[in-house]
């Protein structure tokens, strides 16, 4: 059975066998005993992303019994796009390094405060992803857009379609207004300094 735990730039749920991805994150329980999505998509503020194997070995599974639902992204630039940040735990320094481009781009907050403001910016009530525009030329590198109908990593002077397994090639960067699919939050984040860890497609080729 394939799951519907592969988390897309737009926020978007869904099934995905071909590749599991580069990182996993935690919303709370998500999934009911058969395995399957119930219409919740959170049940905590703390949206986090975690390495695939836990520090102290600990093997979990994607859907255990009355454990949290694992879900996975390509990498941690559409996990931010998702609306997730790195956990405290599993991922300590990239945690630390996040909190630093906080509290440069936005003043010191606790965790909490943190993730309230984070879940105000990513989804709206009904859950479906908020999106905003902003001037393309003005969009750090790491944050994702909406560009001809499909989502694109935006990188230096280029942005590349995402697809499931990996990037594909760089398109000269728009110019003009944009439909952003990174929270306004992750943004301040990402132009603060904070550089997500991005799937080997993304690099020179």
Known sequence: MTLQNRVLPTGEIVVEARYRGGFTGN?????????????ARWTHLHW???TLTHPRGHHHGPMPHRGWTALFFLDEAVAL????????????????????????AQ???GRDDMDRKMHAAR??????????EAEAG????????????????????????FA???????????????????PRPTLAVLAA????ALHASAHPR
Do not use: M
């Open 27 to 39: 919303r709370g329980i998500l999934h009911r005993p058969d395995q399957t999505l119930g219409a």
């Open 48 to 50: 986090v992303t975690c």
């Open 81 to 104: 796009s998702a609306g997730h940040r790195p956990c405290g735990y599993c991922r300590r320094d990239a945690y630390r390094a996040w909190v630093a481009a906080w509290v440069k």
């Open 107 to 109: 003043g010191a907050a």
């Open 123 to 132: 989804v709206t009530r009904n859950r479906a992803q908020l999106r905003h």
């Open 138 to 161: 003005d969009l750090p590198d790491g944050a994702f857009i909406l560009w001809q109908g499909a989502p694109h990593l935006v990188l230096g002077a280029e942005v590349l379609p």
């Open 164 to 182: 499931p397994a990996g990037y594909g090639a760089g398109v000269p960067r728009p110019s003009g207004p944009v439909t952003v699919l990174t």
């Open 193 to 196: 300094g904070y550089a997500p």
